[in-house]
Nanobody
Framework: VQLQAFGGGLVQAGGSLRVSCAAS????????MGWYRQAPGKQRELVAS???????NYADSVKGRFTISRDSAKNTVYLQMNSLNPEDTAVYYC?????????WGKGTLVTVSS
């Protein structure tokens, strides 16, 4: 399984950004795709994800601002980020689960300037 993230960049506080994650390779049985982030000096944390049942989970800090969605035909998961603030600055990683094994993309940097 290969995961490639797109769409990071620099945005001003209050702005919006969308990141995408495309899965390729052995994608049969993929589940639980989602986004995590790691800010400098902090641990990696869940941002938003799909459960194996298709429901969504969001970190409390992004509820109401971020929306996760997916295009199953394209094996792609999106994260729409609105009302960004400097605390959202981090490397955003895509994660997928396949038969109990975690797969991670390389990450894309999102920088929010004040």
């Amino acid at each position: 399984v290969q995961l490639q993230a797109f769409g990071g960049g620099l945005v001003q506080a209050g702005g919006s950004l969308r990141v995408s994650c495309a899965a390729s390779g052995s994608i049969f049985g993929l589940s639980g795709m989602g986004w995590y982030r790691q800010a400098p000096g902090k641990q990696r944390e869940l941002v938003a994800s799909f459960t194996s049942g298709g429901n969504t989970n969001y970190a409390d800090s992004v509820k109401g601002r971020f929306t996760i969605s997916r295009d199953s035909a394209k094996n792609t998961v999106y994260l729409q980020m609105n009302s960004l603030n400097p605390e959202d600055t981090a490397v955003y990683y895509c994660k997928a689960v396949r038969f109990g094994k975690d797969y991670w993309g390389k990450g894309t940097l999102v920088t929010v300037s004040s």
